[in-house]
């Protein structure tokens, strides 16, 4: 948003320095991009007066003239432009002057003639004919007859405005206006605030017998009309013209520069219709029929959709609501009575209309923010009154007004103590009203009365912050938040730093992969076709292929990791991370489920199975969760057929770690057996006793007893463990498993595994009696299970 800075003036003084008020403004809120002036790129240039005209000796397109600048004689100046007579006032740029563009004039000859200067067209001063539609485009600018000869040409033509350019974030679409932050000037340097009421002298007829308005939509908060007849259709003064300018808005005619300029001053977009060019004299405001075309002022023709909103008459749509109007409809030279629409359209509707048809405008630009409906009607009446001061028309009685839902203001409690313990600062209630007042803000009792140009604020955290810009942002004293002792993590988080401290423990490394991968992957990972695995959420726009997806596993992440380091001839890798995956769920709108798993990947040094079921084993332990078992696994394709296990937990599948399948494992350039295991975080999470109960060191020595059994191969040494420990009784403090062996001497499909027996009591010192009766019990126990002691 550009503002005109004699523009300001009109609401509020400000003789701040450009300097000191981007300060100021940015401190409280309103950041300043920058700040710039025509003025300074025009360097003594001054108003002269023609005195004579001679043709040039060698030169028959040139001219001499003689110039009266004030400055003691006349000077010589040559020039070819034929718009000129004696008596004309003329910018003149004396010797050693500068020009907008960086052009630098200097005294000079041409064709044997001293030419003392220059003779400046309107666009060698940075104008266009749209700022001054009564000069030729192709001679010197003529100055109006009282111009004051010598007098600098930048106050001639009063071109020291000062153009400052703010930037204004999307909750603020009140400051897209001259009054908004003319609103937030006052309240930040303290001063008055003047904000006219619109008002219309004259009026004559009655809308009624010209207009009627139907609102079919409720993509259409408010629709206000009102209707000028006698329109004179020309130029607008020259005060409006300098305005628009300075703001960034190409001038164009009165009619239409009305409704620019006072979408600039309140911030509401404004659009009008030639009268005669509303079919039926009946404006519908609806959303777009399934086909219906609408040629835009830029002259595309556009295709509209259903749920486009357009302001239509009884022949079709005639403007894109809220963005652009179309080409049938816009102002002439022929016009004669013309429709003001006031209006404010559902912002997402403008924006996504805006996105889909690729046209964004000033007024697109506001209303996709959200604008206050009750400031369409304020709007109507200045755009009524402008035309009544220019004298371009006569304002017809009545308005049509359709406000279906009028927005009313809100309240919000103002709790002084709350507003200090959050802001870290001890101001009176008082002052907070002053501030909050300042802005626009009324006071009921204890509640701030929000207006509806404010919808930004919905909460006291908000008040507070309207609060603290204007007491002074650098005012308040740098403080620990209230808050910062009474935070503590969640029992997840928690959890979350128990797992990744055991796995840092046992010499695991933590890594951290991206959430978009290639569908590609899978493959790589042999997943089957008809997996749901393959399932994933897409990605509307992708940065590329490799990350077009969200992973629905995470371990051909872990799998590239593993393979980018044996690239790189690391001889040994042990990794972890707890990675985040996505499911899809419910329809193709709703937002994925997002879950965790811990990864666990390995390669060389020591890695083998049982150095993964260790890790898995000592994770389990050091996060309390009990009764874990593991299950030979032979249907996931990824992982060896042989050398795979499910960890089962309560019974319930809890996740699978073993070798990886040699075909995937070629598939990563890996030529080494590779091992992973993968646990989602949720039923560790779930099984974790947390409880850390107090056993006091023994006092007593313990006993062991290594047990060599032998057993067919399909017995699991799993469950021998459990039968140990179910048989032994009371006085077992542990069973270990440390080997297993087969060969020719125990027998073919046989195998012999052994196990540490540790025995202990808490009151006594145990015999071996004690010892050999509870290794009994246990070889009684296995014996029906086809599990002998090795001989």
Not at 18 to 28: F, G, H, Q
Not at 273 to 283: K, W
Not at 511 to 529: E, H, N, V, W
Request: charged share 25%; aromatic share 6%.
């Amino acid at each position: 948003m550009n503002l005109s800075y004699k523009w300001l003036q009109d609401y509020t003084p400000c003789d701040l320095a450009p300097r000191a008020y981007a300060e100021a403004m940015s401190l409280s809120g309103s950041k300043v991009e920058g700040w710039s002036s025509l003025a300074d790129e025009i360097k003594n240039v001054v108003v002269g007066q023609v005195v004579s005209i001679a043709p040039h000796p060698r030169a028959d397109k040139l001219v001499v003239c003689q110039v009266e600048v004030g400055r003691g004689e006349p000077l010589q100046i040559c020039t070819g432009a034929a718009n000129l007579k004696p008596g004309d006032k003329v910018p003149v740029a004396l010797h050693d002057s500068d020009l907008p563009g960086g052009v630098h004039i200097q005294r000079g000859e041409l064709r044997g003639e001293i030419s003392d200067g220059m003779m400046c067209s309107f666009a060698e001063l940075g104008l266009t004919i749209h700022d001054c539609p009564d000069q030729r485009e192709d001679g010197i600018m003529v100055l109006e007859p009282d111009a004051a000869v010598g007098q600098d040409i930048v106050k001639a033509l009063e071109l020291d405005d000062l153009s400052v350019e703010f930037e204004i974030t999307s909750n603020r679409p009140d400051c897209l206006s001259m009054i908004g932050l003319a609103r937030e000037t006052a309240a930040t340097l303290n001063q008055p605030l003047r904000l006219p009421a619109p008002t219309v002298e004259r009026e004559s007829g009655d809308i009624a017998d010209y207009l009627k308005v139907d609102v079919e939509s409720d993509l259409c908060l408010r629709y206000a009309a009102r209707v000028i007849k006698n329109v004179k259709i020309g130029p607008s003064p020259k005060w409006m013209r300098d305005r628009l300018r300075v703001c960034g808005v190409r001038p164009i005619s009165n009619i239409v520069d009305i409704t620019n300029y006072v979408m600039l001053e309140y911030g509401n977009p404004m659009h009008a219709f030639d009268y005669e060019r509303v079919a039926g004299h009946h404006i519908i405001v609806r959303t777009a029929r399934e086909g219906e075309h609408l040629v835009t002022l830029d002259d595309v023709d556009r295709t509209l959709t259903p749920e486009m909103l357009v302001i239509a008459d009884e022949a079709g749509p005639s403007v894109v609501a809220g963005i652009m109007g179309g080409e049938q409809s816009g102002i002439s030279d022929e016009t004669n009575t013309v429709i003001f629409e006031a209006a404010c359209f559902s912002g997402p509707s403008v924006r996504r209309t805006s996105k889909k048809l690729g046209l964004r405008s000033e007024s697109s630009a506001r209303y996709e923010k959200g604008l206050d409906p009750n400031a369409c009607m304020s709007a109507l009446m200045r755009a009524c009154q402008l035309v009544e001061e220019l004298g371009c028309g006569e304002v017809v009685g009545g308005v049509i007004d359709c406000y279906k839902n009028p927005l009313k203001p809100w309240k919000i409690a103002l709790d002084e103590g709350y507003m200090n313990r959050f802001l870290g600062i001890d101001i009176p209630r008082s002052e907070m009203e002053e501030y909050l007042t300042r802005l626009g803000f009324g006071i009921d009792g204890g509640d701030v009365v929000v207006p509806t140009f404010r919808a930004d604020v919905e909460h006291k955290a908000d008040v507070a912050e309207e609060i603290a810009r204007i007491y002074g942002y650098d005012k308040i004293p740098a403080t620990l938040a209230k808050t910062a002792d009474e935070a503590e993590l969640t029992e997840e988080q928690k959890f979350k730093r128990a797992v990744g401290g055991a796995l840092v423990g046992m010499g695991l490394n933590e890594i951290i992969t991206y959430t978009f991968i290639s569908p590609k992957y899978y493959d790589k990972i042999d997943l089957p076709a008809e997996s749901p695995l393959r399932d994933s959420v897409t990605i509307r726009n992708p940065l590329g292929e490799d990350t077009s997806v969200m992973r629905t596993t995470a371990i051909p992440s872990m799998l590239e990791v593993l393979a980018r380091n044996y690239a790189n001839r690391n001889l040994c890798c042990q990794m972890y991370e707890i990675a985040t995956e996505y499911r899809k769920q419910g329809g193709p709108d709703d937002l994925p489920d997002e879950s965790e798993a811990v990864l666990i990947g390995m390669y060389g040094g020591e890695s083998d199975f049982y150095r993964l079921k260790g890790v898995v084993e000592n994770l389990l332990e050091a996060t309390g969760v009990k009764d874990a078992s593991f299950l030979p696994e032979k249907g996931d394709p990824t992982f060896h057929p042989g050398r795979c296990a499910k960890l089962l937990l309560g019974g319930e599948e809890a996740g699978t770690l073993g070798e990886i399948h040699p075909h995937v494992a070629q598939n990563y350039g890996i030529k080494q057996k590779v091992y992973l295991a993968r646990i989602p975080l949720a039923g560790l999470l779930k099984n974790a006793r947390r409880e850390i109960n107090y056993r006091p060191l023994p006092k007593f020595p313990a006993t062991t007893r290594d047990l060599a059994l032998v057993c067919d191969e399909s017995v699991l040494v799993g469950d021998i463990s459990r039968a140990i420990a179910e048989s032994a009784g009371s006085l077992l403090e542990g069973v270990e498993f440390f080997d297993i062996y087969r060969g020719k001497q125990i027998g073919e499909g046989k195998k012999s595994v052994a196990y540490k027996l540790i025995f202990r009591s808490d009151s006594e010192t145990l015999k071996d009696e004690h010892a050999d009766a509870a290794v009994e019990r246990v070889l009684g126990a296995l014996e029906p299970l086809g599990i002998t002691l090795r001989s």
